[in-house]
């Protein structure tokens, strides 16, 4: 393991309690902290992301939606800790002005900015595969 990738690991900033008890907030956020004691690994990450999977198949809401609620909490963890379907929402997001509609959100901002602090790659958003369609022709 390499020095950044530990300064990476150390770098997760667990969410704070909603400040207005709204009950579905309030059970994701519940469910998260008490999962994520239980996860069997040293890897904060892996934590975060099997956490936010399990609240997401418990309270059958997508993973997606799971963090980004933890995120506009405070959640900041490096993007190995959120799910395929966040990332794309979030890069997409960020792609926009706060302005503009399906722009992004303060806590987005500042999930963006957390990224660029921990040195993650400033560009994953738009480095994406692309299939390539195959058509065999007839000679």
């Known amino acids: 393991m390499m020095q950044s990738d ?78 395929a379907e966040f990332l794309r929402f979030a890069d997409q997001s960020l792609m926009r002005e706060a302005w503009e509609i399906g722009g992004p959100s303060v806590a987005l901002t500042d999930l963006q900015d957390f990224w660029g602090r921990i040195g993650e790659d400033r560009f994953a958003g738009v480095r994406q595969d692309y299939p390539l369609l195959v058509e065999e022709a007839l000679v």
Request: glycine share 4%.
């Open 6 to 83: 530990t300064i990476k690991a150390l770098e997760i900033n667990l969410p704070l309690p909603p400040e207005v008890s709204d009950g579905g907030v309030l059970d994701i956020y519940t469910r998260f902290m008490s999962h994520l004691r239980c996860v069997p690994t040293s890897r904060m990450e892996i934590k975060v992301l099997a956490a936010i999977q399990f609240v997401a198949d418990f309270l059958d809401y997508s993973d997606a939606h799971v963090a980004k609620v933890l995120v506009e909490l405070g959640l900041r963890a490096p993007r190995m800790a959120f799910s």
